[in-house]
C-alpha cells in the first residue's frame, strides 16, 4: 500500500486526548485541539487516509470561514496501527501528553471495544467510524458517524434473501469484532427470513489463502456468499471465486467497494453486490456532486466512506463546539446529542436517542474496479 502511504496529508499539528480535568485550558484562548487516532502504519493505511483527507477538509473550510467562534481549530494525531496495545498505547498517550477537546476515533471496532475503559475515564467525546453495534453500549461517549452493522449486516441478508431469491447462503468472516459481530446478525436475520446458512467459514485478518473457504462453502451447497471482512481478505475472496471456477454470487461488507479492495481483485470485482454507508460520484444528490469534485480537486482521487463520514463527524462536532458553553467534554457530548435531522454528505444523522447517529446504508454492485451502480437505499427501521 505504499503508494497510498505517500498521499496522505499531515495535519497542521499533533492530536490527542484531554482529561477531563484539562478541558480549561483547551477552552482558554488560542486554537481548539481535536485530536485523530487512525491507522498511519500497517495494513489499515489507506482508511486512515481517506480519515484523515476527509477531516481535513472540513476543517480547512471550518477555519476560513471563522473557526469556532473566532477560534481556529487545531489537530493532533496518533497511529493506532492494526492492533489493539498499538491503539491504546495512542489513546494513552492523547491522554498522557495532550490537552484535546474531542477526538475523532479509529475505525477498527475491536481497537474501539479496547480502548472503551480509556474512554470513559477520562470522559472525552469520541467519533468513531466502527460498526460494530456493542460500541456504542460500551461507552456514552461513542459516536457513530457510519451505520452500524445491525443496520448494514441485516440489509446485506435481505438483500441476498428478497432481492437475489437465495435460499442457501454462506458466510465468509473475518475472525475480528467487526467480522464476529457481523455475522451473528447475518444468520439471525437469514434465518428469520426462512433461508438456511449451509456453513459459516472464519479467516484470520492476515490469511492470504481463502480457498478452503469457499471450496467448502460450494460443496455444501450455497447459492450465494455473504462476506463480513477487510479489504485485502475480500479481494482475495473475489479473486479466488473466480480462479477455482466456484463463482457464487457475492453480498460483502462496505470494505469491499473500497478503492483498495477493488484494485487489488481487478476484474474479479465484476457483478458483486456490496452494501455500503453511502456513495460519492454515483450518487445524484446535487450536494454530494459538488463536494466530491471539491475532494477531487483537493486529493486528485475519489474519496470513499470514510472521507465522507470524516468530513460530517467534524462538521457536526463543529456545531457542538460553537454552542458549548465552556468547552468542557460534557458540555460537548450534551450539544452532540442534540443532533437529529443533520443531512450531511455521507447520511442523515441523529444522536438524540443513541451514540448512533447515522440511519441508512446503500447496496452497490461493482461493475468494475473504478465503477459501482447504485441498486438499493435501505433505511433503519
Same mark, same amino acid.
Given at each position: 500500500?505504499?503508494?497510498?502511504?505517500?498521499?496522505?496529508?499531515?495535519?497542521?499539528?499533533?492530536?490527542?486526548?484531554?482529561?477531563?480535568?484539562?478541558?480549561?485550558?483547551?477552552?482558554?484562548?488560542?486554537?481548539?485541539? $481535536?485530536?485523530?487516532?487512525?491507522?498511519?502504519?500497517g495494513?489499515?493505511?489507506?482508511?486512515?487516509?481517506?480519515?484523515?483527507?476527509g477531516?481535513?477538509?472540513?476543517?480547512?473550510?471550518i477555519?476560513?470561514n471563522?473557526?469556532?467562534?473566532?477560534?481556529r481549530?487545531e489537530?493532533?494525531?496518533?497511529?493506532?496501527?492494526?492492533?489493539?496495545?498499538?491503539?491504546?498505547?495512542?489513546?494513552?498517550?492523547?491522554?498522557?501528553?495532550?490537552?484535546?477537546?474531542a477526538?475523532?476515533?479509529?475505525?477498527?471496532?475491536?481497537?474501539?471495544?479496547?480502548?472503551?475503559?480509556?474512554?470513559?475515564?477520562?470522559?472525552?467525546?469520541?467519533?468513531?467510524?466502527?460498526?460494530?453495534?456493542?460500541?456504542?453500549?460500551?461507552?456514552s461517549?461513542?459516536?457513530?458517524?457510519?451505520?452500524?452493522?445491525?443496520?448494514?449486516?441485516?440489509?446485506?441478508?435481505?438483500?441476498?434473501?428478497?432481492?437475489?431469491?437465495?435460499k442457501?447462503?454462506?458466510i465468509?468472516?473475518?475472525?475480528?469484532?467487526?467480522?464476529?459481530?457481523g455475522?451473528?446478525?447475518?444468520?439471525?436475520?437469514?434465518?428469520?427470513l426462512?433461508?438456511t446458512?449451509?456453513?459459516?467459514?472464519?479467516?484470520?485478518?492476515?490469511?492470504?489463502?481463502?480457498?478452503?473457504?469457499?471450496?467448502?462453502?460450494?460443496?455444501k451447497?450455497?447459492?450465494?456468499?455473504?462476506?463480513?471482512?477487510h479489504?485485502?481478505?475480500?479481494?482475495?475472496?473475489?479473486?479466488?471465486?473466480?480462479?477455482?471456477?466456484?463463482?457464487?454470487?457475492?453480498?460483502g461488507?462496505?470494505?469491499?467497494?473500497?478503492?483498495?479492495?477493488?484494485?487489488?481483485?481487478?476484474?474479479?470485482?465484476?457483478?458483486?453486490?456490496v452494501?455500503?454507508?453511502?456513495?460519492?460520484?454515483?450518487?445524484p444528490?446535487?450536494?454530494?456532486?459538488?463536494?466530491?469534485?471539491?475532494?477531487?480537486?483537493?486529493?486528485?482521487?475519489?474519496?470513499?466512506?470514510?472521507a465522507?463520514?470524516?468530513?460530517?463527524?467534524?462538521?457536526?462536532?463543529?456545531?457542538?463546539?460553537?454552542?458549548?458553553?465552556?468547552?468542557?467534554?460534557?458540555?460537548?457530548?450534551?450539544?452532540?446529542?442534540? $443532533?437529529?435531522?443533520?443531512?450531511?454528505?455521507a447520511?442523515?444523522?441523529?444522536?438524540?436517542?443513541?451514540?448512533?447517529?447515522?440511519?441508512?446504508?446503500?447496496?452497490?454492485?461493482?461493475?468494475?474496479?473504478?465503477?459501482l451502480?447504485?441498486?438499493?437505499?435501505?433505511?433503519?427501521?
Amino acid at each position: 500500500m505504499n503508494k497510498w502511504v505517500k498521499g496522505v496529508l499531515p495535519f497542521t499539528a499533533a492530536i490527542g486526548l484531554m482529561l477531563s480535568g484539562c478541558a480549561n485550558s483547551a477552552s482558554s484562548g488560542g486554537s481548539i485541539r $481535536i485530536g485523530l487516532v487512525t491507522a498511519l502504519t500497517g495494513e489499515y493505511t489507506i482508511v486512515g487516509q481517506y480519515l484523515q483527507e476527509g477531516a481535513a477538509l472540513a476543517i480547512d473550510e471550518i477555519n476560513a470561514n471563522g473557526g469556532i467562534n473566532g477560534r481556529r481549530i487545531e489537530t493532533v494525531k496518533e497511529d493506532s496501527a492494526n492492533t489493539n496495545p498499538t491503539a491504546v498505547n495512542a489513546f494513552n498517550k492523547m491522554v498522557n501528553n495532550d490537552k484535546v477537546v474531542a477526538i475523532l476515533g479509529p475505525d477498527l471496532s475491536t481497537q474501539l471495544l479496547a480502548v472503551a475503559p480509556i474512554v470513559n475515564k477520562t470522559k472525552i467525546p469520541v467519533l468513531v467510524q466502527g460498526t460494530n453495534p456493542k460500541l456504542t453500549t460500551e461507552s456514552s461517549w461513542y459516536f457513530r458517524l457510519r451505520p452500524d452493522d445491525s443496520i448494514a449486516a441485516s440489509a446485506a441478508a435481505n438483500f441476498a434473501v428478497q432481492k437475489l431469491n437465495m435460499k442457501k447462503i454462506g458466510i465468509t468472516h473475518d475472525t475480528d469484532e467487526f467480522g464476529s459481530g457481523g455475522t451473528k446478525i447475518i444468520q439471525d436475520t437469514l434465518t428469520s427470513l426462512g433461508a438456511t446458512v449451509v456453513g459459516v467459514e472464519a479467516y484470520n485478518s492476515q490469511d492470504k489463502d481463502l480457498s478452503a473457504q469457499l471450496t467448502n462453502l460450494k460443496n455444501k451447497g450455497a447459492e450465494a456468499i455473504i462476506d463480513w471482512g477487510h479489504p485485502q481478505q475480500s479481494a482475495t475472496l473475489m479473486k479466488q471465486n473466480r480462479q477455482l471456477g466456484v463463482n457464487l454470487p457475492i453480498v460483502g461488507s462496505p470494505g469491499m467497494a473500497m478503492p483498495a479492495t477493488t484494485s487489488l481483485a481487478g476484474d474479479a470485482v465484476k457483478g458483486v453486490y456490496v452494501v455500503v454507508d453511502t456513495v460519492g460520484k454515483e450518487n445524484p444528490d446535487p450536494k454530494v456532486q459538488e463536494w466530491v469534485k471539491k475532494y477531487q480537486a483537493k486529493y486528485n482521487r475519489q474519496p470513499d466512506f470514510h472521507a465522507l463520514a470524516a468530513y460530517d463527524g467534524v462538521y457536526m462536532l463543529s456545531e457542538a463546539l460553537k454552542k458549548s458553553k465552556d468547552l468542557s467534554a460534557q458540555s460537548i457530548a450534551d450539544e452532540m446529542r442534540k $443532533i437529529a435531522g443533520y443531512k450531511g454528505i455521507a447520511n442523515e444523522f441523529d444522536f438524540s436517542k443513541s451514540g448512533d447517529g447515522a440511519k441508512q446504508v446503500m447496496v452497490v454492485q461493482l461493475e468494475d474496479a473504478d465503477r459501482l451502480k447504485l441498486i438499493d437505499t435501505v433505511k433503519a427501521k
